[in-house]
């Protein structure tokens, strides 16, 4: 028998970029610091954390014995790419190299697709981002320095689901 996991929380999608500084002498508009990123063509820079991060941990477990459904705050376009993001391997080359996202949720199997059920809280709501976070490291001899995190989180607007809502969310998971 399957066990069904339910988890509800904050989602965020981390970027971590490892730079190291840059000597090129022809750049413009360099500011303060001028550095590049060390990243391959094929690396992948993102990351789920929170509550993301946990349902990660579900779904890259024995798929064969066990369902997870998240529940979080998201923008509702964004589902699909959130899916992929559960699985690492399909985030292969998902970086600022390309400007579409390699993110390949197209690529799912059936049993990945039927494992992972996600859900936004407002499905409907235009007013929900995608809470996204920036971690810029520096590279070092002896590792990599935390230099500068961005977040670009959007405080959704006050809102109560209607019942009809709650009632249609209770009966999808």
């Known amino acids: 028998m399957r066990k069904h996991f339910l988890v509800i929380g904050d989602w965020f999608v981390d970027n971590y970029w490892v730079c190291a ?4 002498k022809t750049a413009s508009r360099t500011g303060e610091q001028y550095v590049r990123s060390l990243h391959s063509f094929g690396s992948s820079v993102r990351a789920l954390c929170g509550a993301g991060e946990v349902v990660s941990i579900f779904a890259q477990s024995d ?31 998902d970086n600022p190299y390309r400007i579409n996202p390699a993110i390949r949720y197209t690529e799912l199997s059936e049993e990945q697709r ?7 809280i407002l499905p409907d709501s235009e007013c929900v981002g995608t809470n996204r976070v920036w971690r810029i490291f520096e590279h070092q ?10 977040d670009w989180v959007m405080e959704p607007k006050p809102a109560k689901p209607t019942n009809a809502e709650l009632e249609k969310l209770i009966e999808e998971v």
């Open 63 to 93: 798929g064969n014995s066990q369902y997870v459904t998240g529940i979080g705050h998201w923008h509702p376009e964004d589902t699909k790419h959130l899916t992929a993001l559960l699985f690492p391997d399909l985030c292969l080359g």
């Open 21 to 24: 500084p840059q000597r090129n």
């Open 141 to 150: 001899l002896d590792g990599h320095a935390h230099r500068l995190r961005i």
């Open 114 to 120: 039927r494992q992972v059920r996600l859900f936004p």
